[in-house]
């Protein structure tokens, strides 16, 4: 295996090679801001694990059960903050061309980090929608046992803005993630596991249309067969020491 040094220096080579660079992040990349992933121990809540409570058919049963769940996890949401790699996205943001962040997380905080062009392909844990007219809405309590959001319009009950394991994704948001991976010459793949499997799909599609696809975690996942580079570190080290080589 070649040295973790090489592969930084490689990554920085490549991104100084490209005006179009996009990054794709999962749970790993909050990790070191204290929110857990679903995959580690401290991921469960009780004694569910995520599948089990982010699903449709579980809010169908007890959307009381699910609420409490999103609470304990706003609760955790809300007192994180950005880490370095957040940040080190920032900058790489203001000195390129073209950039873009297509996150599964739903915690928001690329955004607070200050990241502009940021799609959310799996929602928002600070926003709720009608179950009824499907209005959504920032919503940003973190409710008291047994307590629910209603919608604004009229009334009914508004569920997380999540999308859940078994549903679709929203087409449209997609279709422009994957425009941009087609134009994109490097793609950083980072704390994701591939377990949900669209991370994998869109890095394999930019690969299939010429990116290069750097992989940030410190385990092997999904996403490493697809890589043409692979950094063994969390996030935060690997980013920072990137955004260094290239801006500092
Ligand atoms: P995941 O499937 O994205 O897996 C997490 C990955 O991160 C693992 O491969 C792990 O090795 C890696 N990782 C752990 N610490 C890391 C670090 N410091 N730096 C880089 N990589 C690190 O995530 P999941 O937890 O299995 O969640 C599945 C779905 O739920 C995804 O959509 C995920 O984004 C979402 N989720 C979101 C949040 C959030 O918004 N912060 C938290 C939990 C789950
Ligand atoms: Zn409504």
Redesign the pocket.
């Known amino acids: 295996m070649r040295c973790f040094m090489e592969a930084i220096d490689e990554a920085i080579g490549r991104i100084k090679d490209s005006q179009s660079v996009a990054v794709i992040t999962?749970?790993?990349?909050?990790?070191?801001s204290g929110?857990?992933?679903?995959?580690g121990e401290e991921?469960l809540w009780k004694t569910y694990r995520?599948e089990d409570l982010a699903n449709p058919a579980a809010f169908q049963r007890d959307p009381q059960l699910v609420w409490g769940w999103y609470n304990w996890r706003r609760g955790i949401v809300a007192e994180a903050r950005p880490n370095p790699a957040h940040l080190g996205l920032v900058e790489m943001e203001e000195n390129l061309d073209s950039f873009m962040i297509a996150t599964?997380?739903?915690?928001g905080l690329h955004r607070l980090a200050g990241s502009k062009e940021v799609h959310e392909i799996?929602g928002n844990?600070w926003k709720a929608r009608c179950t009824a007219c499907e209005t959504v809405f920032d919503d940003r309590e973190v409710y008291e046992d047994g307590q629910m959001p209603h919608c604004p319009k009229c009334g009914a009950l508004a569920r997380p803005h999540i999308l859940w394991f078994g549903e679709t994704y929203d087409q449209e948001l997609l279709s422009g993630v994957m425009g941009f991976l087609a134009r994109s010459r490097t793609v950083l793949v980072?704390?994701?596991?591939?377990?949900?499997y669209m991370p994998v799909h869109l890095a394999e599609y930019a690969k299939s249309r010429g990116a290069t696809i750097i992989d940030?975690?410190?385990?092997d996942?999904a996403v490493t067969d697809v890589a043409t580079i692979s950094i063994r570190k969390?996030?935060?080290e690997a980013v920072s020491m990137i955004v260094k080589g290239l801006y500092h």
């Open positions: 999962g749970a790993g990349i909050s990790q070191e929110v857990p992933t679903f995959r991921g995520a599964q997380n739903v915690d799996h844990i980072i704390g994701t596991s591939g377990m949900v940030i975690n410190p385990e996942s969390k996030a935060g």
